[in-house]
């Protein structure tokens, strides 16, 4: 499942339409390509309807014949069962909610990505294996980074910092602001200070795993939220927010899955130029073809 309905208003446009590989390849054809060689069978993209066309163009039709594709459309107040009315607002509910649009086509485990995150080879491969022999109702996974290797040169990022036992299952995540590298030290802001942060530290770049009945929990989640937010039209709906609930009520553990994979991504403009050197050594070193899809 591919998080692609963001319009990224930092990035200034569609990032995740952008050609960043040799061959104009968006970050999304990489994610696709490793889950294919990790075993997937179907990709399902969360997007906009008003740019449908163009991600079917631009993107879906240079692999639409090696895996199923399905659509699905994630607005701004896309309806909800449980809630008769959403209140209006100017921006999509966040990434739980892309998600749960989805709950009508998806049926078996599934992996969660985002449209404009580079992953990494075996980032899919340690997922694939956990959705295809330990996925369960009260199971699910998360692919953790090391921060240090999730940064931006260019500004600052947020970032679900975790904390997990001695059995590599996550205690909790939460959403750090405004994380970067200031004279040689990471730290995050709170409340207007500064808060530093190891550089080891293990971070979601959401990569999840679940098995489908998640779809329900996430359901009866959102429409508590909702009547919660009901006037504030800055709410997100996180999916880490439904994942520690879960882990609370001891409905849900989450294996860590730990990648040495390096990030990349396009948080910002200026990122685009390291990120399009890094796909093409990743090209050069034999580890993708060129072009990606023959």
């Known amino acids: 499942m591919v998080l692609a309905a963001g ?3 930092r990035y200034g446009g569609l990032k995740q339409l952008d050609g960043l590989g040799p061959a104009e390849e968006t970050i999304m054809d ?12 179907k ?9 449908a066309r163009e991600f079917e163009e631009r993107v879906t039709q240079k692999f639409a014949h090696r895996i199923e594709v399905v659509f699905v459309y994630q607005e701004v107040n896309t309806p909800v069962p449980g809630i008769d ?6 921006k999509p509910w966040g990434t739980a909610h892309a998600v749960l649009v989805a709950a009508d086509v998806v049926r078996e485990p599934f992996a969660v990505v985002n449209a404009d995150d580079y992953y990494g080879v075996s980032s899919l491969h340690i997922m694939g294996d956990f959705l295809a022999s330990k996925a369960a109702p009260d199971h699910a996974a998360m692919v953790g980074f090391e921060l240090t290797k999730t940064l931006s040169d260019n500004g600052s990022v947020s970032r679900g910092v975790c904390a997990t036992n001695a059995d590599h ?14 004279d040689g030290q990471i730290s995050f802001e709170e409340e207007g200070q500064k808060v530093a942060l190891p550089e080891d530290s293990l971070v979601s770049m959401n990569l999840w795993g ?17 009547r919660a937010n009901y006037q504030n039209p800055k ?19 989450v294996s860590v899955l730990p990648s040495e994979e ?10 685009k130029d390291g990120v399009q050197q890094a796909l093409r050594h990743l090209h050069d070193s034999g580890i993708y073809p060129n072009p990606l899809w023959h």
């Open 7 to 9: 319009m990224g208003s």
């Open 30 to 41: 990489y994610s696709v390509y490793d889950a294919i060689r990790a075993g997937f069978g």
């Open 43 to 51: 990709v399902v993209f969360i997007i906009r309807e008003s740019f």
């Open 85 to 90: 009315q959403l209140p209006e607002r100017s």
């Open 169 to 182: 299952l996550l205690e909790t995540v939460v959403e750090r602001h405004k994380i970067e590298r200031i």
């Open 210 to 226: 679940f098995h489908p009945s998640i779809f329900e929990f996430i359901r009866s989640h959102f429409v508590d939220f909702v």
């Open 235 to 253: 709410a997100e709906f996180y999916i880490p927010l439904v994942v520690n609930n879960l882990m609370e009520r001891g409905q849900l553990r």
């Open 262 to 271: 390096k990030w990349y991504g396009v948080t910002y403009r200026e990122d």
